[in-house]
């Protein structure tokens, strides 16, 4: 299918807004173009719909559905299928029904190439820092075309949006994501992508309360926040206990950490993380700590409150996968950021309380757990689910199967549920307990199976696409049982 007929064809999607004529024109596209086409085409639409066209004011939110395609599109990796267009038929429908403004000519908006006067980091700085976001944006895209341009660029959005928590944190979430997709699309139509992303951090009022005792406390305690450490000490038996990143915050001091995230004065958890990167822990091990807690606090959270313990989760997994993008002061800067947000989001949560867990007891479930932990969810039992999925972690049951169908419930709800949220939870859990070394990664899988089962379920799209595709409604085995 060719690029142009492509375009125009997702451009026509736009006017239908039925499921029947959406999935009929959605089923002549899958024959002929690959997903990763289909993605990029779509998110390139979704960009020049999900804007105010005058830039008049400011948006009301950030457009979730475009944030949701790069969740959508990880969480692909999970699937052994053709199941994987699930997630991402979900995310093309909650782009048509959220990306409605007129659609701007993003090209023209960019231009003729910059003088070579002006060309340059620090007038894009300058036209920065004045939320000058028509002056800005193109010499962001002109910049941003080879990969010098784009090593200066990413650190220095970090550094601006890391102070900034309006809308949950959703202008630091969405400047990493947005960075993940293309990096993982290799930088096809970067600059349609950046356009919403570049529009809102300039238009959106800055909220900026948590920042400055972040770097009060920083810049009184720099010297010994950045100077070199000595790992601490293995104690006797602690094989494993290690990982390449440096010593795995093990049980009793991460519960330490958690406990202090949720309950302590800002002041002390600053000084409780200082303490523990005088001992020798890396930060990439304490964002693991700060992972684990904020999905700790996924699992004790009333449903209602979804929303504040889920961008904990979001804040804390983005700016632990860019890390190695960041120098040693901001990289301390974002995890001292991200343990105030994560006790700030605990504190809109409360009250906590952990579900209990309904063990497995027949022949029959524990002969087939996965089938009682997909039945469990889909009745919204968390007792029975969380039951479920910790007989299979103690048998050491947790294989490819099982992940793919967590991915594949992840993906079933319409986004009106939880605005593309589940598949993003999704992405982040999984994605988290495949790379984690951690002896308590399996909180990452109870805190997503403890959401599924808890949300309401609406599966519109997913009745209408296992309709027109080859969707397996159920549980299913993959070839390969991998162990994690």
Known sequence: MSNIYLQETIRKLWEKPSTHRFMNGLSQLIKDTSLEELVLETAAYTACRCCDKKYSGHPQMLPHSLLGFEGAWSLTSFFYSKN??????????????????QEVDIKAL??????????????????YLERNFEKAFPLFVFLMRNPEGRKAMFPFLISQVLSDEAQLGHKLIYVIKTWQFCEVMKWQQYHLYWFPVIHSVLKIPPQTEIFSLVESYFNQNAKNLCRPRTPP??????????????????????????????????????????????????????????KLASCELILGTDFKHWMTSLHALHVACGLSEVLSELDESTQIKALLFASLFIKKMAILSKPFEIPSSHPLKTVDEKNTPSFFLEHAIIKGDVSRALGALEFMIAENKI??????????????????????????????????????????????????????????????????????????????????????
């Not at 960019?110 to 036209?127: A, M, Q, R, S, V």
């Not at 991460?254 to 001992?279: A, F, G, H």
């Open 399 to 484: 294989t490819s199967a099982p992940l793919e169908l967590l991915a594949f419930l992840a993906s079933k709800n319409t986004y009106s549920v939880l605005y593309g949220h589940d598949i993003q939870c999704a992405a982040a859990c999984l994605k988290s307990y495949t790379t984690s070394q951690h002896p308590l990664k399996a909180i990452y899988l109870k805190a997503l199976v403890k959401l599924l089962a808890s949300e309401p379920k609406e599966q519109t799209i997913y009745n209408a696409l296992q309709n027109t595709q080859t969707i397996k409604p159920g549980y299913y085995s993959t070839e390969g049982n991998f162990q994690f």
């Open 110 to 127: 960019i231009g003729t190439p910059p003088t070579f006067d002006i060309l340059n980091f620090e007038t894009f700085k300058k036209f």
């Open 84 to 101: 994987r267009l699930l997630p991402l038929v979900q995310m093309m429908w909650y782009a048509m029904a959220e990306a409605r403004s």
């Open 233 to 290: 000490a293995r104690s006797a038996g602690s094989n494993g206990d290690q990982d390449e990143h440096g010593p795995v915050l093990l049980e009793e001091r991460y519960r330490e950490l958690r406990d202090s995230l949720y309950n302590d004065e800002k002041s002390v958890t600053l000084e409780k993380l200082s303490q523990k990167i005088s001992e020798g822990y890396t930060v990439e091990a304490l964002f693991e700590g700060l």
